[in-house]
């Protein structure tokens, strides 16, 4: 059995469908998972870095961490949404935005990447989207979380390099899930393709696919739920 698997935004819909579908996997000794809705030791706030500094601490002290998933993110909230134009562009929204998306996965990494052990093929992954690669944009608006989810790529092409100073396989990815029905996506689902909105479950099982059949060569890289590289 592996040691342990973390799941970061336990609470959001793709977050709790990971954490329940790797503790009906059994393949972990155990699963961990913590959300800003959740209290206690269970608890994290990824604007808050001593939360995240506590959640470490708390894994840190059982097995080491075998898996690593952020499922976190912020599209939109009850007054501010997606920009379609620059005229709509607030920096108020606009830090907050860059905060969650991120800067909280940064300092994530920051506090998690020291826990992957030295051996073995240890796998840190979180969820950005396709609309952050600058060479598949040709639509533009979303210029806050398009360049938020940019920044996330770049972070990640940086953490895996990182990562291999102290754990020579480690493997550190991005993953689009694609459109999942969940609270995120519900204002814009109307343009989805039948067949293209995933319920949490499968998308769960699909980006837990993915990450199985990862290799050291891919860290730093982006994937789309089927597999698919996604250029940066």
Request: glycine letters at 10%; zero cysteines; proline letters at 7%.
């Amino acid at each position: 059995m592996a040691g342990s698997a973390v799941v970061i935004g336990a609470s959001g819909g793709i977050g709790g469908a990971l954490e329940a579908a790797l503790a009906d996997e059994g393949a972990y000794a155990r699963v961990l998972g913590f959300a800003r809705s959740r209290g206690g030791a269970d608890h994290i706030d990824l604007a808050d870095e001593a939360t995240i500094a506590a959640a470490a601490a708390r894994v840190a002290a059982g097995p080491a961490p075998d898996l690593i998933l952020i499922a976190t993110g912020l599209l939109h909230d009850d007054t501010h949404g997606p920009e379609k134009s620059f005229r709509e562009l607030d920096p108020a929204w606009l830090a907050q935005t860059y905060a969650i998306n991120a800067i909280g996965p940064a300092l994530v990494m920051k506090h998690f990447l020291p826990l992957l052990p030295r051996e073995g093929t240890p796998v840190l992954a979180v969820l950005s989207a396709r609309v952050g690669s600058i060479s598949d944009n040709r639509l533009g608006g979303w210029t806050g979380y398009r360049a938020a989810k940019a920044a996330l790529n770049m972070i990640v092409r940086n953490a895996a390099i990182e990562a291999t100073r102290t754990s020579p396989r480690a493997i550190v990815v991005a993953l689009h899930p694609g459109t999942v029905a969940t609270p995120l996506s519900a204002p814009f689902r109307g343009n989805v393709a039948p067949g293209n909105l995933f319920a949490p479950d499968r998308a769960a099982v699909q980006l837990l696919d993915v990450i199985d059949g990862l290799k050291p060569k891919d860290s730093g890289h982006i994937f789309a739920w089927d597999g698919a590289e996604i250029a940066p």
